[in-house]
């Protein structure tokens, strides 16, 4: 493909801000697809933490529609990137403490629909070339709900760029009261059913999933699920009459962040032809998490946020089952305040078994990958997963459910793959109490019964390659695509 030039449009990118996935992705993507000689500039909010981390910003200021004060648009690059990045500089919207969506208490922004409407008016600004930078992208990629808004404002322009949506998690439209569709003063040609209409509310996900020329969504199982009413949260039957547009990419993952033969949050490195250090790694996480230093016991890690949606839940209804298997198990998340105060109180009962590490820290997490024998990521549906993928790559077998991107990624230990030496974990079926402990079973009966299987399985998945390279290829083939389509079809009235 062609060099083409590209707006890349997110709320969050590592290491500037992180929340989850996206975050990932926004961080890792943009470089790979400049590595294919894309001109790839991210556009992102001005958050307070990520002023902190960016680097050498200079500015330029425009007036938007509809937005009465100036905004700044701020110049400088991705950290560890040669990736142009633009921070919309809207303080009275940005400029606060907490994250990117919610308040340091965890409730969401009062003011999220006029926070993310400003951002997303400042992408399609820059995306006409109206933000004074003469640069106006052939394609636009946009993010999850935050930038929903993008391709439908772009869609009443004839000479617009073509514009790509990809679908992270489903699960958040980015819903508000349908008066707010009027105060933000949104083209009356948007509202309805056919436009961002949701049950007679104002869904910011719609403006993508309507008016985007193509659609993705981060794995190829992923993109299967969300057309069923299970997994569609209500837009399965707008995602099946898009079925055309609509293509499961697998996310990769950045190996110069998440190799244990380099990584600067290890104290012993280690690789798949010695696994000495990865021993030591273990004791020193048992030894951290205030955990007795016993090799023979096996370590279970799990990092992710605590909600239903990862199966934590489940996670907390074996942990008697692990400590009768003389098992241990060190978390490291936040969430649903009740499943903390839950992880608490085992780690407080089986204080030999279980740690808790509440909240989030980045070295703790290279830790837990390294240091534990086995991931759980029991997850009710999981659109692509990182973690498992970090596990493959850590000789860390994961243990996950057959959703979405775990079932893209993890070969599960069944007799006919230990047989082709294809196996690389272990998988279960339904989101039950039984068959997460039955397949943890399967798992700790391997590793300590048969080491040499449980070397083959280790080894055969820190072999994968699900690096960056593979997918932004195929989002190269997605662009196109999407210039294709664009140049089929009229915008609409």
């Not at 992705?25 to 294919?36: D, Y």
């Not at 993008?150 to 508000?176: D, E, K, M, S």
């Not at 970090?390 to 077998?397: H, K």
Request: glycine letters at 8%.
């Amino acid at each position: 493909m062609a060099s083409n030039k590209i707006l890349f449009v997110t709320s969050e990118a590592y290491p500037l801000i992180k929340t989850g996935g996206l975050g990932d992705v926004a961080g890792s993507l943009p470089a790979a697809l400049k590595a294919q000689r894309q001109d790839v500039r991210v556009i992102m909010p001005a958050y307070r933490e990520a002023m902190r981390k960016a680097e050498k910003l200079g500015f330029a200021s425009f007036q938007i529609e509809g937005i009465p004060e100036t905004v700044r648009l701020l110049e400088g690059r991705l950290p560890g990137t040669s990736v142009r990045l633009l921070l919309v500089d809207s303080p009275a919207h940005f400029d606060r403490p907490g994250g990117p969506y919610a308040d340091p208490d965890g409730h969401d922004w009062a003011d999220n629909a006029e926070r993310f409407a400003m951002f997303s008016r400042a992408a399609t600004a820059v995306a006409l070339n109206k933000a004074g930078l003469v640069w106006q992208p052939d394609i636009v990629h946009c993010n999850d709900w935050q930038s929903g808004l993008v391709p439908a404002l772009l869609n009443q322009y004839p000479n617009r760029p073509a514009t790509v949506f990809t679908i992270h998690n489903l699960a958040y439209h980015g819903q508000f009261d349908a008066t707010k569709f009027q105060s933000l003063k949104l083209p009356e040609y948007l509202w309805g059913v056919d436009g961002l209409e949701f049950h007679g509310g104002l869904s910011f996900i719609k403006g993508g999933l309507v008016f985007a020329d193509m659609i993705s969504t981060v794995s190829p199982t992923y993109a299967y699920e969300i057309r069923t009413p299970h997994f569609g949260h209500g837009l399965d039957g707008l995602l099946n009459h898009r079925a055309d547009r609509l293509v499961g990419i697998l996310n990769g993952v950045d190996y110069k962040q998440w190799n244990p033969a380099k990584d600067p949050h290890l104290k012993h490195a280690y690789d798949a032809q010695s696994l000495e250090g990865k021993a030591r790694n273990k004791q020193q996480l048992q030894k951290q998490s205030g955990l007795p230093q016993r090799t023979a016991a096996p370590l279970f890690g799990l990092v992710g946020r605590l909600v239903e949606q990862k199966g934590i839940d489940l996670v907390l209804s074996i942990i008697p089952q692990l400590v009768k298997a003389d098992a241990q198990l060190v978390v490291l998340g936040s969430g649903d305040k009740g499943f903390q105060t839950e992880l608490e109180e085992a780690a407080a009962e089986y204080p030999d078994h279980i740690a808790a590490h509440i909240g989030y820290n980045e070295s703790l997490a290279h830790q837990i990958e390294a240091g534990a024998d086995m991931f759980l990521m029991p997850s009710r549906f999981e659109p692509c997963g990182l973690n498992q993928i970090y596990s493959l790559r850590y000789g860390t077998a994961p243990i996950v459910r057959h959703t979405g991107g775990l079932a893209d990624t993890v070969v599960d230990t069944t007799d006919e793959n230990i047989k082709q030496k294809t196996a690389t974990g272990f998988q279960f079926e339904h989101a039950t109490h039984e068959e997460l402990w039955w397949t943890c079973e399967r798992a700790i009966s391997i590793y300590r019964d048969q080491p040499k299987l449980w070397q083959q399985i280790i080894s055969t998945g820190m072999k994968q390659d699900f690096s960056w390279k593979q997918s932004a290829k195929h989002y190269l083939e997605l662009y196109q695509l999407a210039l294709d389509k664009l140049g089929g079809k009229a915008a609409r009235p």
